[in-house]
């Protein structure tokens, strides 16, 4: 019954116009051999990689998500905005878990969005298990997209995999130590050659990639075929072609792909990029009705260079005449005349404190509270969180453990930048929102970097990477109420801290700015014994 109200309700908020799309999922644990030794992994109703989810613009999303693990269970989407929803994001500081034995609805609206994204578990390094799998949403049919509708779109998941069970990795960082280099990449939940894209002649494919390994940045390729980019994570891009692309941590992007080649199978290869080893793998791109093999050797990666990258990652930018999920170009919005109410500059790094591992964001390494930060925002429970446990700048401090939030006014318009003195690539994600990065550089950030932002065509996504002892910049406008996550993809150091909530608040309680909490929200810690909404 409280499944029925909890939708009648959500009708009365969103109106019934908006078409609404069921799942019921079933979370087990199951034997895998995606790197040919038997693990235990995690299903979706016996699938892993778990099923797509399939969309279009404004659909509302119906999850019943059964968790049969001896544990709790998250899950997250990648990308998907939750406008005034924070409560449905599936990161612990704004969902309890589902407990064992019990079921969950996530009720979600993919509001004025298109593009690829992807899902995953969000709790105790599950996503070392499997647990994942891709969404697309598609542009209404009246909306027109910046290229012919291909023949055929496939959803391509790569990411680094660890053969070690992913409780044996978690107690490794609860001990407080590193965890060694991952041992393969995977495509499609299999290892070298396992995986298979059909095409035919003289047709074009979209494939829809997205990084939902670790840590690594992987490069992407197809032997004898050039790529078109014309999506990432929601945004039309200036359609540009690469024969490789460098793909980071947590990334989601669309190319265009035309079978023109001899009817034949080919490589699709995969490999680290910007490594201390180089993991490679294949999957194969087969012409149908052609029976002849792969010959040859996988295209090799690019140079291992960083301003090779970075000239890449430049060069993607908005497609200013392409229509969003609205019919209105993507370029109407003048990110660029607005004046920045506040600059927020943060620092990664990575230390020890009481001898054991740790990562932080601006000296701070975040520890979870014992009740998500929403909930004791939502009933007023003192003592969980403290807004400002986070300096807006680097102080040099020592590393200390806090529940770091980081509070931020509704409506305001903040300039991001992200500071890597480290020797390795950094990837960052911001739930809730898409940013436009307008730099990205080698060496120290000052005020004069500003000279060189990109103020009219800058991508808008919700990840970016940062080179090693660089910098990235990017500008948000804070439209959306709530309690996010913003957090490191390299997933050992999101788990020993490198991450943060952005509490993004308005005084006024208003339905305008904010959904009241679900009618199903499940209660813990603190919260527990308190009341959900009254219908």
């Given at each position: 019954m409280w499944y029925l109200c909890g939708v009648v309700a959500l009708i009365t908020i969103v109106g019934a116009e908006d078409p609404y799309r069921f799942f019921t999922w079933k979370i087990t644990y199951g034997d895998i051999y995606p790197l040919g030794v038997r693990q235990q992994g995690i299903l979706i109703n016996g699938q892993f990689p778990g099923p797509d989810i399939y969309s279009v613009t404004n659909d509302n999303l119906i999850i019943n998500v059964h968790n049969n693990l001896p544990e709790p269970f998250l899950l997250s989407w990648s990308g998907i905005q939750q406008?005034?929803?924070?409560?449905?994001?599936?990161?612990?500081?704004?969902?309890?878990?589902?407990?064992?034995?019990k079921n969950f609805t996530y009720i979600l609206q993919v509001k004025d969005q298109i593009g690829s994204f992807f899902y995953f578990p969000s709790l105790a390094f599950h996503k070392a298990a499997g647990g994942f799998g891709g969404i697309r949403i598609l542009s209404r049919p009246l909306i027109p997209v910046p290229f012919p509708e291909p023949a055929g779109d496939f959803t391509v998941l790569i990411g680094d995999w660890y053969k070690t069970n992913h409780k044996i990795l978690k107690t490794i960082l609860d001990r407080g130590k590193k965890l060694k280099f991952p041992d393969g990449i995977l495509i499609n939940g299999r290892g070298p050659n396992g995986a298979s894209?059909?095409?035919?002649?003289?047709?074009?494919?979209?494939?829809?990639?997205?990084?939902?390994?670790?840590q690594n940045t992987l490069n992407f390729r197809?032997?004898?075929?050039?790529?078109?980019?014309?999506?990432?994570e929601g945004t039309h891009t200036v359609q540009t072609t690469f024969s490789s692309l460098d793909i980071h941590a947590g990334q989601s992007c669309s190319f265009l792909v035309t079978a023109d080649r001899p009817a034949q199978d080919y490589y699709?290869?995969?490999?680290?990029?910007?490594?201390?080893?180089?993991?490679?793998?294949?999957?194969?791109?087969?012409?149908?009705?052609?029976?002849?093999?792969?010959?040859?050797?996988?295209?090799?990666?690019?140079?291992?260079d960083i301003a090779w990258s970075l000239n890449q990652a430049r060069s993607i930018r908005t497609n200013l005449t392409a229509s969003g999920p609205r019919?209105?170009?993507?370029?109407?919005?003048?990110?660029?005349?607005?004046?920045?109410?506040?600059?927020?500059?943060?620092?990664?790094?990575?230390?020890?404190v009481n001898s054991k591992q740790r990562y932080a964001v601006n000296s701070v390494s975040f520890t979870p509270a014992d009740t998500p930060l929403k909930l004791a925002d939502y009933f007023k429970i003192g003592g969980v969180f403290r807004v400002g446990s986070i300096p807006d700048k680097a102080t040099g401090q020592r590393i200390h453990l806090d529940t770091s939030v980081l509070g931020a006014d509704y409506r305001s318009f903040v300039e991001i930048v992200f500071v890597n003195h480290?020797?390795?690539?950094?990837?960052?994600?911001?739930?809730?929102y898409s940013f436009f990065v307008v730099g990205m550089d080698r060496g120290l950030w000052t005020p004069a970097s500003r000279k060189q932002y990109n103020l009219r065509d800058a991508v808008s996504?919700?990840?970016?990477?940062?080179?090693?002892?660089?910098?990235?910049?990017?500008?948000?406008?804070?439209d959306n109420v709530g309690m996010w996550n913003l957090r490191t993809e390299f997933w050992a150091r999101q788990y020993l801290g490198q991450q943060l909530y952005l509490r993004v608040y308005t005084p006024v309680q208003s339905i305008r700015d904010e959904y009241p909490i679900p009618k199903n929200a499940l209660l813990c810690g603190r919260a527990i014994g308190r009341t959900t909404r009254p219908m």
């Open positions: 406008r005034r929803n924070s409560y449905q994001d599936g990161v612990y500081g704004t969902t309890c878990p589902i407990p064992p034995g894209f059909t095409v035919e002649k003289g047709k074009t494919y979209r494939f829809r990639v997205s990084n939902v390994g670790l197809i032997q004898g075929h050039k790529m078109k980019l014309v999506e990432v699709i290869a995969v490999s680290t990029h910007f490594s201390s080893q180089v993991l490679n793998t294949t999957a194969i791109l087969h012409y149908r009705y052609s029976n002849k093999p792969v010959s040859g050797h996988p295209p090799n990666g690019p140079p291992n019919p209105n170009p993507q370029g109407s919005y003048h990110y660029g005349l607005i004046n920045i109410t506040r600059s927020i500059k943060l620092a990664n790094s990575a230390g020890q480290e020797s390795i690539i950094q990837s960052w994600h911001l739930d809730g996504r919700c990840t970016t990477q940062v080179y090693p002892q660089s910098w990235t910049a990017v500008y948000i406008a804070l």
